[in-house]
């Protein structure tokens, strides 16, 4: 007879990926040592619960730190419930959720355990892997910007804003700068822009939607100002 005790795991989904968010690893007792463990990549995860209010606050935030790494082959970030999964005490031995460790490339035997002076929001996470991993996130903002403007109406949403602009300040703008700058920042969250317009915008307008991200000072002034001089 078999006198091993199985350990208890949830069932992985197809590639270990979470159907409903893009860029998250479902991580089981199962796939621990090949999701986890991969001396080749990066690992950042929590083990967390449902029924923990905690657990439920982080959750929005750790999606959308997955989202923003998901084209990011060498770093994992995934999300493991401690119900459905035996958890390995020799890396968990904390006994409480939301446990965040970071198993760092060549040093996986020593995770480490996310700073109780960070938030448990985007913006923590990001500044915690930052500095973990030497990435940058500005810069995989700038590099998808492209293929953002593809998928959403970026040009339209820009445009539409600073038309109400000017017709809210018929005179030139006082900090061009720092409008279009937030244009086209406030342009990069696809559920803040979820209008869809058809209407074509004026050719002087949708100009504001094809600079570079982020803008430069000079950059943002100078595309205000043709834009203005188009419009009289």
Not at 169 to 195: S, T
Not at 206 to 215: C, E, I, M, T, V
Request: proline share 9%.
């Amino acid at each position: 007879h078999c006198s091993t005790q199985r350990t208890k795991s949830a069932p992985a989904p197809a590639g270990n990926a979470d159907p409903d968010h893009p860029g998250l690893t479902v991580v089981t007792a199962d796939n621990f040592e090949e999701v986890v463990m991969a001396e080749d990549k990066h690992a950042f995860v929590v083990v967390s619960a449902d029924w923990c209010p905690p657990c439920r606050a982080m959750k929005p935030s750790f999606y959308a730190l997955a989202e923003a790494l998901k084209d990011v082959e060498d770093v994992v970030v995934g999300v493991m419930d401690a119900d459905a999964n035996d958890i390995n005490r020799d890396y968990f031995p904390e006994k409480h959720v939301p446990n965040f460790k970071f198993f760092k490339k060549g040093e996986k035997s020593a995770p480490l355990s996310y700073p109780s002076t960070l938030p448990r929001d985007q913006q923590g996470f990001q500044s915690f892997l930052e500095e973990q991993t030497g990435l940058s996130f500005a810069k995989l903002a700038e590099e998808g910007y492209p293929a953002f403007r593809k998928e959403f109406p970026v040009g339209q949403f820009v445009a539409d804003l600073y038309r109400a602009l000017r017709s809210a300040y018929p005179e030139p703008l006082g900090a061009p700068d720092a409008v279009v700058q937030y244009a086209v920042a406030y342009a990069m969250d696809p559920v803040a822009n979820d209008a869809r317009r058809t209407d074509e915008p004026d050719v002087a307008l949708l100009a504001l939607a094809d600079l570079p991200f982020p803008l430069s000072e000079a950059d943002s002034r100078r595309t205000v100002e043709e834009a203005d001089a188009d419009l009289l």
